[in-house]
């Protein structure tokens, strides 16, 4: 079964650990969610169907080892996790950015989940599937956007629920929602509070302008 592509392309991995690091992307068409603060709306309906090994084809030419898969959101598509499993067997390092909604058990747990939490400005928080939670392995992230005090509040409110079990390795990011808090007031809040949590710039947003697609 092919799957719906928005866009392939080389660029600097601009958030989660891997942040720097030269990552091909993988934009899948669609999401199920509608984010205030969202910046690739682009990517809800546009797209071409291309069948898996056009794709692996396509990622080939790049001869980079990382690959994001991304969207919109990629799990809404019943052809992403074969996708990835053929991107991991391929031995690419692959990491899949998804929104929290979907259920993430059936990805395969080589692959590096970046899992976003959404929080209250966002207006999708009452999406979140925090059964998602249990099936976080390791190596996985978590990622809170956060645009302001609510928000902050909720993301620490939620780091409670982290099965005692996941929280020694998986990585939790704190991201400043661009042109919406300072991450100057962020990191505060977070020294202050003493989290152990990351302070997760979109570096790309600084590289390139804001509104730059391909990026
Ligand atoms: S989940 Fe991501 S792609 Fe979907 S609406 Fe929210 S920010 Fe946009």
């Known amino acids: 079964m092919p799957l719906k592509v928005n866009e392939i392309f080389l660029s600097i991995q601009g958030e989660s650990t891997r942040a720097g690091l030269p990552c091909v992307f993988i934009r899948l068409t669609g999401c199920n969610l509608r984010c205030a603060y969202c910046d690739t709306s ?3 309906e546009d ?17 980079c080892p990382l690959i994001e898969i991304t969207g919109g959101e990629p799990l809404i598509q019943d052809e992403t996790p074969q996708l990835i499993k053929g991107l991991l067997d391929a031995g690419y390092t692959v990491l899949l950015e998804t929104n929290g909604s979907q259920d ?3 990805v395969d747990r080589r692959c590096i989940k970046i899992m976003d939490i959404k929080c209250p400005s966002s207006g999708e928080e009452g999406h979140n599937d925090l059964k998602n939670l249990n099936s976080l392995s390791e190596g996985d992230e978590l990622k809170f956007v956060i645009a302001d ?9 939620t780091l409670a629920l982290i099965p005692a079990d996941k929280r020694g390795f998986i990585y939790v990011n704190f991201s400043p929602c661009f042109g919406r808090i300072e991450p100057q007031e962020l990191s505060e809040w977070i020294l202050r509070d003493k989290l152990n949590v990351r302070l997760n710039m979109q570096i790309h947003k600084y590289i390139w302008p804001p509104d730059k697609r391909g990026v």
């Open 42 to 44: 682009y990517a809800y």
């Open 47 to 63: 797209g071409t169907m291309m069948e898996s090994e056009a794709i692996m084809e396509k990622v080939k030419g790049f001869n």
């Open 104 to 106: 993430i058990s059936m």
């Open 149 to 157: 005090k609510r928000d902050y509040d909720f993301a620490v409110e």
